[in-house]
């Protein structure tokens, strides 16, 4: 093959579905569509799901590209005038009969793809899927394939924490910053580092220790109080961070990622439950990944009995809190008048598209089950007075298509480092019970 050649893309369904404008992410190779994936978009094209609205989206793309043209071998778009080709089907390569059935539209996309491989031996064609599976077939074959990575992080391990440690810090540095106002000039303690916005410090020497962070507002480094959100105390410096960033009004998106147990829910409830009175609603929301990649439309019962199961850790976080104060307690009876008037509303996220979001307290549990997309959807959402925090584990993926990677909350956390407006902590220490910590790490 010769250098700079340009290659051929054949795209799965799933990469449309994850993002409709993706033809547009291949710089000046060429796209192939296979008349399988306008098939299969088909099927997607009614409903209000972020899905749904990838499919419609790119066939008017398609649409918009061709205009009145009729463009049987292809037509050219974008600023490098590349070729996107619709490709019919054809029949089943020799090579493929055998071992892959015909009744499934994967095979006939790989078909397309193979077909294509063994006619343009000079250029490089490469299948693009987000189904694992589908590309360890292709591999199987000889044909090339990989996931799309546009909106992929690209190092996980370097992924920002939200705090950091600053060791060796002289002792009257750290004894100003528990003398008022608690706050100190940045060079005081590191005079070499770029300090990120809201970044949380855990400022220490032999002797004495202080959590602070920076604020960006003062250009200061501030001292961190502990204190607690609706009768939820923080357990260690990590959910100390955390509350003041849930309950910092200034601090309108925050990000809280960890492991199982480490709070992340709780805390967001806590603050929400604290900080009602400037809010006119607290959502929690949290997206529904069925098993198998079927709709709860398959599951028994109406459709509360439907999102229940999906929707019960929330309402056990709730518990927690409430179930701290006594029943003739008046913050226990005021959750419950909450719940009934509306201001607290528990529900999946899908039935929160489309309404109002101003004044809104708005917890999205379980975001690293979104698509980046669809966290940009959400967020672009937000109207005046709005607080958003979404809560996840990165390593911990339910949804089909995305991982470590390539989620909505990894993606969030990489690209909103450094605003003004954004806070996010990863917490690191499980709080729920030591049993619940040994199992996390070691199972």
């Known amino acids: 093959m010769t250098t700079g050649q340009k290659k051929i893309y054949v795209l799965d369904t799933n990469v449309i579905l994850h993002d409709s404008s993706c033809i547009y992410q291949f710089e000046e190779h060429d796209v192939v569509v296979p008349i399988a994936v306008l098939e299969e978009l088909d099927q997607f094209k009614k409903g209000n799901e972020t899905l749904n609205f990838h499919a419609r989206e790119f066939v008017r ?39 892959f059935s015909s009744q499934k539209a994967d095979h006939h996309i790989l078909n397309t793809a193979y077909h294509l491989a063994q006619e343009n031996l000079e250029r490089q064609v490469i299948l693009v899927s987000k189904d694992v599976n589908l590309r360890m077939k292709a591999k199987s074959i000889g044909l090339r394939a990989q996931d799309y990575k546009t909106d992929h992080v690209k190092d996980i391990s370097a992924l920002y924490t939200g705090h950091r440690f600053i060791e060796e810090v002289a002792l009257e540095i750290i004894n100003l910053l528990y003398q008022s106002p608690g706050e100190i000039d940045c060079s005081a303690v590191c005079p070499a580092q770029n300090l990120v916005p809201h970044e949380y410090l855990i400022v220490r020497n032999a002797k004495k220790s202080a959590l602070a962070k920076y604020d960006p507002f003062l250009q200061k480094i501030k001292r961190i109080e502990k204190y607690p959100a609706y009768g939820i105390v923080p357990r260690n410096a990590g959910q100390t961070f955390t509350i003041d960033a849930l309950m910092n009004k200034d601090i309108q998106l925050v990000s809280i990622s960890g492991k199982a147990g480490t ?35 398959y599951l028994p019962g109406d459709v509360q009995s439907k999102i229940d199961p999906y929707m019960q850790p929330l309402y056990d976080n709730l518990g927690v809190i409430q179930n701290q104060f006594s029943e003739t307690d008046k913050q226990h009876r005021h959750i419950k008048d909450l719940l009934d008037s509306g201001k607290l509303i528990i529900t999946p996220l899908a039935y929160i598209r489309g309404r109002s979001l101003v004044n809104v307290f708005f917890i999205v549990d379980e975001a690293q089950n979104l698509t980046p997309h669809e966290i940009k959807t959400i967020i672009t959402r937000a109207g005046d007075g709005t607080k958003m925090v979404f809560t996840g584990d990165i390593f911990q993926i339910d949804h089909p298509y995305l991982n470590s990677h390539s989620n909505g909350l990894s993606y969030l956390i990489d690209r909103m480092q450094g605003q003004k407006l954004y806070a996010h902590i990863n917490l690191e220490k499980g709080e729920r019970s030591e049993l619940a910590e040994l199992a996390s790490n070691l199972l």
């Open 263 to 297: 709070g992340k829910t709780l805390l967001a409830l806590a603050a929400a439950l604290e900080n009602r009175k400037y809010y006119r609603q607290i959502f929690m929301a949290r997206p529904i990944v069925p098993l198998s990649n079927r709709d709860i439309g």
């Open 61 to 99: 793309t398609l649409d918009s590209l061709s205009g009145d043209t009729i463009f049987e071998g292809g037509l050219t778009f974008g600023p490098e005038q590349s070729w996107i080709i619709i490709k019919l089907e054809r029949n089943f390569h020799e090579d493929l009969a055998l071992n």
